[in-house]
């Protein structure tokens, strides 16, 4: 079964340091992966994705992610925390054969940056 | 990016009633996809709605109990038949249109 795992419910981080929200998945063939971010009381908004190419993923407010084959992660990943970074972040996954399908999330990781 | 807008935004509705719920895109989009997000949970795919075919149902949904309709390349409805307080959740439309978008979801409280 194709699943995406976060393996942190919360993660906590002091402003201006660097965070760290893990993802793993597991689907068949090569995927094309994604975060989005849920601010409260709004719907989802989409951060970055990767398809191909390098595995550093540049996205929206200075948010970046990893992909990592080996181990089958996205990690992302900010340099330097923002209090309003905070909110509930998704890992998405999307088997790249598997055009017509919909996204598959992972549980969610709230993120809390502390001032 | 697509805007997608829904209604209503929130609703409180007694067991046993249904609910419909709307879904309007600003641009034509051949896929689109029902959510629902349970408190404190992820995103579940309900179905896949593509126009000018039937809706297909991920394992756990029926058409019975959330019957979609697609008329168009930019709208769609989400009816929750007979409802229960398990049907407690936000419910989301998203599209797919190179990304895949969101919108804002409904809120229904079930008592």
């Known amino acids: 079964a194709q699943s995406v795992a976060q393996p942190e419910d919360q993660v906590n981080v002091a402003e201006g340091n660097p965070l760290t929200v893990k993802c793993t998945y597991s689907?068949?063939?090569?995927?094309?992966l994604f975060w989005y971010v849920q601010y409260p009381n709004r719907g989802l908004q989409f951060l970055l994705k990767?398809?191909?190419?390098?595995?550093l993923v540049k996205g929206s407010y200075g948010f970046e992610a990893e992909f990592n084959k080996s181990q089958t992660s996205f990690h992302l990943k900010k340099p330097s925390a923002l209090v309003s970074d905070s909110a509930l972040y998704f890992c998405?996954?999307?088997?790249?054969?598997?055009?017509?399908?919909?996204?598959?999330f992972g549980k969610g990781t709230t993120l809390s940056v502390s001032s | 990016s697509a805007v997608i807008s829904q209604k209503p935004s929130r609703d409180i509705c007694q067991r046993g009633t249904s609910l419909t719920i709307q879904c309007q895109v600003d641009?034509?989009?051949?896929?689109m996809f029902w959510y629902r997000q349970q408190p404190g949970q992820s995103l579940t795919l309900i179905a896949t709605?593509?126009?000018?075919?039937?809706?297909?149902?991920e394992s756990g949904f029926v058409i019975d109990k959330f019957p979609i309709s697609r008329p168009n390349l930019t709208f769609s409805t989400l009816t929750v038949s007979n409802m229960s307080p398990e049907d407690s959740s936000i419910y989301l439309c998203?599209?797919?249109?190179?990304?895949?978008?969101f919108g804002p979801g409904t809120r229904l409280t079930v008592l």
């Open positions: 998203s599209v797919r249109d190179n990304e895949q978008f």
């Open positions: 689907v068949s063939g090569n995927p094309y």
């Open positions: 990767y398809i191909t190419g390098d595995n």
């Open positions: 998405a996954v999307r088997p790249l054969n598997q055009a017509g399908t919909a996204l598959i």
């Open positions: 641009s034509q989009v051949t896929m």
């Open positions: 709605a593509n126009q000018g075919s039937e809706a297909t149902y």
